[in-house]
């Protein structure tokens, strides 16, 4: 037999055979009640769930499993990915999922799915808790995947532009990149534990082959990390490159202001010593101009002779 069950509060429920999966989205204090009333979890579990610092973990007691996981959503607005929390109760015929910011698109959608589609409801549903476990986790794990992708193509825009754009502007998509990489870093590590936990450890209520369906989370998990691991070592090589060639532009154009310094300072210093007030040889106040003629023509040959010596020197 299977069913939608009614909102209550908060709360949405759908059962199929001896099965039901409870579905709350932003908790509050009346959803913590519903649960402390309907089943006999931990004080400390329900604590855990209004909070919003916990750290992913997965506690066993004799008749259920509590767990608390981060899942990736990227913030457009600060471009930047972040956690979104979700604990999850696992018993012998129920699944309670506490969705704590109601951002995870994938977990929303499929507990829709089960919602309207009968013969969706029947296949996820129809078998054991741990069975429901396993899609729910391997729905949200998927999810990752087009998140790493984006990361990915961006690492590959970089590559294209470094060579070519202002330093500025790469230094700038470089952070950003980076910033993201390492939040994601820390959104994923942390799952490994929990997932391989799954993987390794009997739970007989879950009435499923562990190792073969958590196994396959778990593969899925560590692939996306080995991915944000390709990601970091590529952008700190990106970053490194960046750096060399600011450090290379610096030094070319202090190499050229050198030069021209170095050509100019020779009609600078005749210039100085013809602008003194004092008698000199071939001084320009006679009123002819040909002594300023003849200086002009200093000024010039010092100026071409240090050109043509730089230029033997290749430093031109």
């Not at 009333?37 to 769930?49: A, C, E, T």
């Not at 608390?68 to 457009?76: A, N, Y």
């Not at 002594?291 to 240090?306: D, K, N, R, S």
Request: with cysteine.
């Amino acid at each position: 037999m299977s069913s939608v069950g009614q909102k209550e509060e908060n709360v949405r429920s759908i059962t199929e055979r001896k099965l039901t999966w409870f579905y709350i989205e932003k908790p509050t204090s009346q959803e913590v009640e519903f649960l402390a009333q309907h089943f006999r979890f931990h004080p400390l579990d329900l604590d855990d769930v209004l909070s919003r610092i916990q750290r992913p973990k997965i506690d066993e007691y004799e008749d259920y499993l509590f767990m608390v996981l981060h899942f990736p959503v990227f913030d457009k607005e600060n471009r930047i990915t972040r956690p979104s929390e979700i604990n999850i109760f696992v018993g012998e015929n129920y699944v309670v999922t506490v969705h704590c910011s109601g951002d995870l698109k994938p977990l929303a959608k499929f507990f829709q799915v089960c919602e309207t589609d009968k013969e969706d409801r029947e296949r996820y549903l129809g078998r054991s808790s741990g069975f429901l476990l396993y899609h729910i986790l391997d729905r949200l794990v998927t999810s990752c995947f087009p998140i790493l992708n984006k990361v990915t193509e961006n690492i590959d825009d970089i590559e294209d532009i470094i060579f070519s754009k202002p330093v500025p502007e790469t230094v700038h998509k470089i952070s950003l990149i980076r910033r993201d990489l390492i939040s994601f870093r820390r959104v994923i590590h942390p799952q490994i534990a929990v997932i391989e936990t799954l993987e390794r450890e009997e739970y007989p209520f879950f009435k499923e082959d562990q190792e073969v369906y958590f196994g396959d989370i778990a593969d899925h998990i560590r692939k996306i990390w080995d991915g944000l691991e390709d990601c970091k070592e590529v952008i700190d090589g990106l970053a490194d490159t960046s750096n060399w060639l600011t450090s290379h532009r610096i030094q070319e154009i202090m190499r050229i202001l050198t030069i021209i310094m170095g050509i100019l300072a020779p009609p600078t210093l005749i210039a100085s010593i013809y602008g003194m007030n004092i008698p000199l040889p071939g001084g320009v106040n006679s009123g002819s101009l040909l002594p300023l003629g003849i200086l002009l023509a200093l000024m010039a040959i010092t100026a071409g002779t240090i050109f043509f010596y730089m230029r033997h020197r290749r430093y031109l």
